[in-house]
């Protein structure tokens, strides 16, 4: 891979994955959205190019490449993914369509290989490992669109005789992650003195720094095999209480900390572990962050923001 193509580049797996790119001499293209509050979060770098353009404009990209092919596409783009707007059907459907325009877009620009972010959503509540052999029963329009567009874009991929890798993400945290996340709200409430309202935490969780998912990323262009699913994930769990106590205790152990003050949710997932199995022997990946050196430096990150 000498070059790559990226959409969704601005949170914290994209900028991850980019800060892996360029550190390994690799060109990118990283396809923003005009009205993007978030676009300094991309690496500025002469390897890195910003193009402003939003997901239903992507066949407008080669107009403005005068010719040049890439040889990686990388699809984190998707709108909708957090609340209520995860059961937003029409807007999910819209994403769906976007994946396949990507696909449509790596062709038109000769790329050899599609690397799709789908994630656990797509399996619904389980109780055991997730693999790529899991059954999967989503029980959102996110999970939903997420596992459709895995699908559809494998077949138009092979229909343009292009490698495809899909990714299940489970939970991600770190620098440029969204404020609404249960570890960017508590960091920030916590920084603050105050005290966030919580669960119980008793799910077991598996939670992977996003600069060890960024490089799972980089990996997967690199050495995924194509027509496989990959978990992106730890492959370890702990209790979530355990892991909201780790970060408090990075900030200061006389914070209080609000567990049993929210409810569960109707359908809560309370088991959540990826098998990394394929992963690791694909491409060598092993996660390179404990959470506890992954949190300081997320922590250290929001209070230099």
């Known amino acids: 891979m000498k070059s790559a193509v990226i959409t969704g580049p601005t949170g914290s ?7 892996h790119l360029i550190s390994n001499g690799i060109e990118v293209l990283a396809i923003v959205r005009p009205d993007s509050k978030r ?24 107009n403005y490449l005068d010719g040049k092919n890439y040889d990686v596409f990388y699809h984190l783009g998707w709108d909708g993914t957090f609340g209520n707007s995860r059961n937003n059907m029409q807007g999910q459907l819209q994403n769906i369509q976007y994946t396949l325009d990507a ?42 669109a997420k596992l459709c567009a895995g699908q559809m874009s494998r077949i138009l991929c092979e229909q343009k005789q292009i490698e495809h890798i899909w990714t299940r993400i489970l939970s991600i945290y770190g ?33 992977l720094y996003s600069k060890d998912a960024g490089y799972a990323m980089y990996l997967l262009g690199e050495k995924g095999v194509s027509g496989k699913v990959y978990c ?35 359908k809560q997932v309370m088991h959540l572990c990826a098998d990394i199995s394929d992963l690791t022997n694909d491409t060598g990946f092993i996660p390179q962050y ?12 929001y209070k230099g923001r």
């Open 13 to 19: 797996i994209g900028t991850a994955l980019i800060e």
């Open 39 to 62: 676009t300094d979060n991309i690496p500025t770098h002469p390897l890195v190019t910003k193009l402003k353009l939003n997901l239903n404009e992507l066949d407008k990209v080669p």
């Open 103 to 144: 696909v449509e877009l790596a062709s038109r620009i000769g790329c050899k290989k599609f690397v799709g972010a789908g994630s656990q959503a797509e399996y619904g509540r389980v109780e055991g490992v997730l693999s790529a052999s899991t059954p999967v029963f989503p029980e959102n329009g996110y999970g939903i």
């Open 175 to 207: 620098p440029y992650d969204g404020e609404n996340t249960m570890i960017m709200s508590s960091i920030g409430k916590l920084l603050r003195g105050e005290k966030p309202a919580l669960t119980k935490g008793e799910q077991q969780w598996d939670y």
């Open 232 to 266: 992106i994930g730890s492959g370890k769990t702990r209790c979530l209480a355990e892991y909201v106590k780790v970060l408090r205790d990075s900030i200061s152990t006389e914070l209080p900390l609000g567990f049993g003050e929210i409810a569960y949710a109707p």
């Open 290 to 301: 404990s959470f506890e050196e992954g949190i300081k430096e997320t922590i250290e990150w």
